[in-house]
């Protein structure tokens, strides 16, 4: 039986390669890549989630026990959702100053640090098929800390709500609207939704912890922490100001 499973396992990952290869010689995989400045959104691609997989293999492989996580963030890992073309990685490091040692493995898969990407408690780096264009952003964060647990959180609430889906893509088309090509500008002004849905999430969480289960209800986003994904602990991140994170709150902001 070991030996049937080995040989499963030989062909499903032959199957894997394949299937990438003849993607990238079809031309599709040239929907993974987006020129810097430039903003637009394209359709879903299942491809995205075997690039994921392949990619975050050799992360893993290159920073070893450095990296605690390596998890497939942001709008390309939302299957059905329009993203633009570029795939976002969250790795997570324990302390956060030893993010300063991954440089080497990194720069050793093609990667470059971004220092000006202005992400608040993120070390981004970013690689492409030349240096004009950006196919993957990797970004370095404290593992189970704040940023880690919210961007995840919020992922999963995307992934199982459709709704919410739909409200983040009108945001994102919005802001390419008034933005198409000023990358800072553009997340500036979907900032808005996205500080507005982790901060709903991280109290509907929190309150959630303080109530029995079978006491909560309502149509709000559910609580979709995943410990074997995120870690062996629950962040808790303490009480959000008051008159946040309501039921109806949450479900103003999936139809707004």
Known sequence: MASIGSAAAVLGSSVSVAFRRRWRKSGRGQMLGLKHGVNYLVDYQTC???EFEAESRRIKAALGKLAKGVEHYGSTAVEGMRAKPILDILVGVEPLELWKECFG???SLGY????HAGVPGHFVFGKGRDKSERTHLLHIVQFEGPSWSSNLQLRDALRQDEHLRE???AAKEAAIASAPT???????LKRAFIDEAKALLRDQSWRRRQAPQDLITGGGFRDTHDRSTYGRKVVDHGPTPSGWGTDRQLLALRRR
């Open 167 to 169: 409200r983040y893509v």
């Open 105 to 107: 493995p990194l720069e």
């Open 182 to 188: 000023g990358r800072v500008q553009y997340n500036e």
């Open 48 to 50: 995205w989630k075997l």
């Open 112 to 115: 470059d640090y971004a220092e």
